[in-house]
C-alpha cells in the first residue's frame, strides 16, 4: 500500500475572492478577456489552465502587473 505524503508547505487556504476566471480578470485590468486569455497562452499573465477554463490567483495576477513575482508559500 502507498503512502500519501504530505505537503511540508503550508498554504493559506483560498476564497472565492483569491480565484479569478478570464472574466474576473479582464475586469480587473480593465482588458478585453481576449487579450487577458492571450497574455495567459503567451505566459505574460500567470494562469492555469483547467480543462477548457483558465483560472487565475488574484495575487499572482496583482504582483504579475506590479513586475514581480509571488511565492505562495511563505504566508
Given at each position: 500500500m502507498s503512502t500519501i505524503r504530505k505537503s511540508t508547505a503550508t498554504h493559506p487556504p483560498l476564497t472565492r475572492d483569491d480565484?479569478?476566471?478570464?472574466?474576473?480578470?479582464?475586469?480587473?485590468l480593465h482588458l478585453p478577456i481576449s487579450t487577458v486569455l492571450e497574455y495567459a497562452r503567451r505566459g505574460l499573465l500567470p494562469g492555469r489552465k483547467l480543462g477548457r477554463r483558465w483560472i487565475f490567483l488574484r495575487d499572482e495576477v496583482e504582483a504579475a502587473v506590479r513586475g514581480r513575482s509571488v511565492d505562495r508559500s511563505r504566508a
Open positions: 480565484v479569478l476566471d478570464g472574466r474576473d480578470v479582464a475586469e480587473l
